[in-house]
Nanobody
Framework: QVQLVESGGGLVQAGGSLRLSCAAS????????MGWFRQAPGKEREFVAA????????????HYADSVKGRFTISRDNAKNTVYLRMNSLKPEDTAVYFC???????????????????WGQGTQVTVSS
């Protein structure tokens, strides 16, 4: 069973950058699709970015929400059991608790629905000031 711990959140000014990390425990991390989601106060949890897994550990399929496309980049390092979310050009509307999650899917499949993910981290707060 994979367990997830997020880090890297904090307070940043609009236009700034942050990199979130999600460290996974467990030997099967490399065969899980990974995703980042966020939840702002009073709103439902929403999809941010996802990355698939590959049998050859080379190309990984990725997918982004329209609201973050071109600003956020998801990546994974299977040697470190870690998935990252690089966030550039942050906006106040990016303020939320960010969660990483793992989904047991076929290779190179990216999952965008929360219901497809069965393992979640505890979340890390990102606050963007205007």
């Amino acid at each position: 069973q994979v367990q997830l711990v997020e880090s890297g959140g904090g307070l940043v000014q609009a236009g700034g950058s942050l990199r979130l990390s999600c460290a996974a425990s467990g030997r099967t991390f490399s065969t899980y699709a990974m995703g980042w989601f966020r939840q702002a106060p009073g709103k439902e949890r929403e999809f941010v970015a996802a990355i698939g897994w590959s049998s050859f550990n080379t190309y990984y399929a990725t997918h982004y929400a329209d609201s973050v496309k071109g600003r956020f980049t998801i990546s994974r390092d299977n040697a470190k059991n870690t998935v990252y979310l690089r966030m550039n050009s942050l906006k106040p509307e990016d303020t939320a608790v960010y969660f990483c999650a793992a989904a047991n899917t076929p290779s190179n499949i990216v999952a965008t629905a929360t219901t497809l993910y069965d393992i979640w981290g505890q979340g890390t707060q990102v606050t963007v000031s205007s």
